[in-house]
């Protein structure tokens, strides 16, 4: 008898050697979920950056254009201005 339980030490070291066993095994099955979703948070994260690039691009060529059309509107009226005040 093994530790006073009444068990025989070949039972005892059996039960203890399948405890190891499967605390390795819940172990190994919880590091490939982990590393798993990892990489999937870090795809997600690209392919969300790519996206945020691309929107702020189209932004930034429509806030270009939108002043633009600001500078050309204020010739307009400078133009106006001036030739209302030399006639």
């Known amino acids: 008898?093994?530790?006073?339980?009444?068990?025989?030490?070949?039972?005892?070291?059996?039960?203890?050697?399948?405890?190891?066993?499967?605390?390795f095994?819940?172990?190994?099955?919880?590091?490939?979920?982990?590393?798993?979703?990892?990489?999937?948070?870090?795809a997600g994260s690209a392919g969300s950056q790519e996206r945020n690039e691309a929107g702020s691009a189209g932004s930034q060529e429509r806030n270009e254009a939108a002043s633009e059309e600001r500078v050309e509107q204020r010739e307009q009226?400078?133009?106006?201005a001036e030739e209302e005040s030399g006639t």
């Open 77 to 80: 009226e400078n133009q106006k």
């Open 25 to 42: 095994y819940i172990m190994a099955r919880a590091s490939v979920a982990y590393e798993a979703k990892r990489k999937a948070r870090e």
């Open 1 to 23: 008898m093994l530790f006073g339980l009444g068990l025989p030490e070949w039972l005892t070291i059996i039960g203890l050697l399948g405890g190891l066993i499967l605390t």
